[in-house]
């Protein structure tokens, strides 16, 4: 019965932050307007080949996406004296925490594919292996929204503070990821900070799965996004059981 249960927390989890969040200002203006802005200051009017940096453009957006939702979650709810009450119902922490990560990855994967074939419609966006493409998805939306949950894991009830947080650990991510800069024209320290980054993964996968080049193979690409998920959820985890009763 425990098994059931824990699903189908999950899946109300999921439903209530999906009804109350996604249209809160702050997930608008970082999840889907600020990488819009970020892609016409770097890309209109410099005459680039908009099909070479897409698979780059479309794991931004799916970045900025998928890891707005989680950050305005947690916090909002304990300013509101809500999650104190959301901890009395019959749900646990771990079905709390992956139902906030299954919304960002909702909204991030929905608002992504829908860029993307609004994309299609202006240039000429191939595909040469349509399994990683989806995966690619999966496996990015995942992270994302896993590196969302974990952003929103300090006990505070100030929504902008988190949000602050947050944007000072994505914002520099995008340019050490290869969005910007090609891997292939990194060097020293720019290199290895770039393989620190896990978006620099979800570029990679992006790449080999529409022009059908990459600098890493495409399982080392899926198992560093599969592996960083899972440490994220698990950091995340750790850290709101530590500071439950905090910021309440």
């Known amino acids: ?59 931004m957006m799916l970045f900025f996406t998928a890891s707005s ?21 019959p749900v646990t922490q771990d079905s709390i925490i992956l139902g906030d990560v299954v919304a960002g990855a909702v909204f991030g994967i ?19 292996n349509w399994g990683l493409f989806v995966l690619a998805f999966i496996l990015g939306t995942l992270s994302c929204a896993a590196l969302g949950a974990l952003l929103a ?3 505070s009830d100030s929504p902008p503070n988190i949000m602050i947080l947050s944007n ?36 990679d996968l992006f790449n080999a799965a529409m022009s059908g080049t990459s600098v890493f193979t495409p399982l080392t690409d899926c198992g560093v996004l599969f592996g960083v998920s899972v440490v994220f959820i698990i950091a995340a985890r750790v850290i709101q059981k530590r500071n439950m ?4």
């Open 1 to 59: 019965m425990e098994v059931p249960l824990f699903l189908r927390g999950i899946v109300v989890i999921t439903g209530k932050n999906m009804r109350l969040y996604y249209t809160k200002p702050p997930v608008l203006m970082f999840g889907l307007l600020f990488p819009l802005f970020m892609f016409f200051a770097f890309f209109v009017g410099r005459h680039l080949d908009l099909t070479t940096f897409f698979p780059a453009f479309l794991a």
């Open 69 to 89: 939702v989680g950050p305005l979650i947690t916090p909002w709810e304990k300013r509101e004296k809500t999650y104190e009450r959301l901890l009395s119902y």
């Open 110 to 128: 929905g608002i992504s594919i829908l860029v993307w074939i609004a994309s299609t419609l202006f240039i000429s966006v191939g595909i040469t």
């Open 153 to 155: 894991s300090p006990a």
């Open 168 to 203: 000072l650990i994505r914002f520099p991510l995008i340019f050490i990821s290869g969005i910007f800069i090609p891997l292939g024209q990194m060097e020293g320290w720019g290199l290895a900070l770039a393989y620190c980054s896990p978006l620099t993964y979800l570029v």
């Open 245 to 248: 009763m905090k910021g309440m």
